[in-house]
């Protein structure tokens, strides 16, 4: 979908994401991501299948969302693996923040493996209604 309006919301890099994973352990997979508009806010849709809302770490510094979570372990330690095609994923994403972003702000909670966040528009970037006299 395109627009003529710049979205304030931008994605990093995908190299320069993953250069920038603190503690890299194994593969990370930058997670699918959608991003949309309505009146007050942005919202962020992250696919995070597996991970637990405790293992899921949102934060926002310098005008950059970052976005890190980690697969639990699979399998019961005490159990022999017979055949494996399931991996233990970490996730990392980042996206540029526009100015008309409230960063103090901001909702996240995951369902079903979707991580949504909302980050609301700032007073000045909402739409309002011009009364005509």
Do not use: W
């Not at 194994?26 to 508009?37: F, R």
């Not at 309505?38 to 597996?50: I, K, R």
């Not at 019961?76 to 980042?94: G, P, V």
């Not at 008309?100 to 493996?113: C, L, R, S």
């Amino acid at each position: 979908m395109k627009s003529n309006t710049e979205i304030p919301v931008a994605r990093h890099d995908t190299d320069q994401a993953l250069e920038q994973k603190p503690e890299e352990t194994g593969t990370v997979t930058i997670p699918e991501t959608d991003v949309y508009e309505v009146a007050d806010s942005y919202v962020v849709m992250l696919d995070l299948p597996g991970v637990a809302r405790d293992d899921i770490h949102v934060r926002v510094e310098r005008g950059v969302l970052s976005v890190e979570g980690d697969c639990a372990e699979l399998h019961s330690t005490q159990a022999t693996l017979i055949h494996n095609e399931l991996e233990r994923k970490s996730y990392y994403r980042e996206l540029n923040l526009g100015d008309g972003i409230d960063v103090n702000n901001i909702d996240a909670h995951i369902e079903n493996g979707v991580l949504t966040i909302k980050l609301f528009k700032t007073e000045q970037h909402k739409p309002r209604e011009i009364r005509i006299q």
